[in-house]
């Protein structure tokens, strides 16, 4: 008879070194790979958008394969029909909104020289001139890591290759996730480690909330957005009003910043299109008080909700930080991190506020004292 020595198991800190090692490598893959990612990521949100409508139709007595493809075709026919109707309108607008680009510039001067001359009269000409020289100094710091940044996101993500990947691959990739994505969350639970797989599952379970409750609902407040500013601006009569809007309702996602980015360039394409008509110009600028009243009373309240965790700093930083390191394909997976790693620290905050590390010796004493 031989005795067998039991194995000893992982202990937590071997546990935390083995996850901080999977995220670091997979950190890695993605710098590696991102060049290649584009259509993996944007598939793979396809399918996440539409599982619970592949699952209520299924309810219904669709198979998985014909739900998948029934929500699928419909969803790419929409789209295509919506390009071939706005790319159009869209050029045109474009090149409308590059020609205002002089006559802004124009009316920021007009608007600045005035207060440049008071100033020239009461400071001497050597002080206006160091402050000039700041201005543009500064100016082009700004400039220059704007489209630094700009840049960074466009070479990580839209090279030609990347674009017709991303219009080949991903309708293949949609359409076998959201095929299989019950099998792939299956077997992806059974690879689970077994000691730790029910709050591996709890905390998933809260990472979907969060997933759902922000990107679906997110994404329903920038539609609503989008068609909101564009109907708004065209009734204005500005001549970006379908593009301003498409960006406007976009750049909803980035909170206060996104708001802020759209009112100023709405607003100032407005001043340079109807220069002195200042009625004009406030009813531009209403469009967007208006849309962002809705958008934080009514919208994010009833389609995002307040049960999501995920704090507005936070949001901007995951995605400045996204597209930082990782271009177009790290402004896409910025926000699903971000809510992962929101639900992952409030977990090890938890389990910090339980341990004996935050309780203490004492506690654990007394705990132990009152026990006998």
Not at 63 to 81: P, Q
Not at 302 to 323: D, E
Request: aromatic share 8%; net charge neutral; charged share 15%.
């Amino acid at each position: 008879m031989t005795n067998e020595k039991p194995k000893a198991g992982l202990s937590r800190e071997q546990r935390i070194l083995s996850w901080i090692a999977v995220i670091l490598v997979a950190g890695f893959l993605i710098d590696q790979l991102r060049d290649v990612l584009m259509p993996f990521v944007v598939g793979m949100a396809i399918a996440y958008f539409f599982d619970p409508v592949a699952d209520k139709l299924e309810e219904w007595g669709f198979s998985r394969t014909m739900a998948t493809s029934a929500i699928l075709i419909g969803f790419f026919i929409a789209l295509v029909g919506l390009a071939l109707l706005l790319i159009p309108t869209l050029q045109k607008q474009i090149g409308n909104a590059i020609q205002l680009i002089p006559l802004i510039v124009d009316r920021i001067r007009d608007f600045i020289d005035p207060f440049l001359a008071q100033l020239s009269t009461e400071v001497d000409q050597d002080t206006v001139t160091s402050i000039k020289a700041a201005i543009q100094k500064y100016a082009g710091t700004a400039l220059k890591l704007a489209s630094g940044f700009a840049a960074n996101v466009w070479s990580g993500g839209l090279a030609i290759l990347n674009i017709l990947s991303l219009l080949l691959i991903t309708p293949l990739v949609a359409f076998y996730l959201l095929r299989d994505w019950d099998v792939v969350v299956a077997k992806i639970d059974g690879l689970l480690p077994r000691d730790g797989a029910p709050t591996i599952r709890e905390q998933s379970r809260k990472i979907d909330a969060t997933l759902a409750g922000f990107v679906r609902g997110q994404a329903s407040v920038c539609l609503v957005l989008m068609v909101i500013y564009a109907v708004g601006l065209s009734l204005v009569g500005l001549n970006a009003s379908l593009l301003i809007g498409i960006g406007a309702g976009a750049l909803a996602v980035i909170p206060y910043i996104g708001a802020t980015i759209s009112l100023i360039i709405g607003v100032a394409l407005a001043v340079a299109q109807f220069h002195q008509d200042w009625v004009s110009i406030l009813l531009v600028a209403l469009v967007f008080i208006v849309g962002q009243t809705l958008e934080s009373y009514v919208l994010t309240p009833r389609l995002v909700g307040g049960r999501v965790g995920l704090s507005p700093i936070w949001i901007i930083f995951a995605m400045l930080a996204g597209g930082s390191l990782f271009g177009l394909t790290g402004v896409l997976i910025a926000l699903p991190v971000a809510a992962i790693a929101g639900v992952l620290v409030r977990f090890g905050i938890d389990q910090y506020m339980d341990s004996d590390l935050y309780r203490g010796d004492g506690d654990s004493s007394s705990k132990g004292s009152s026990e006998n």
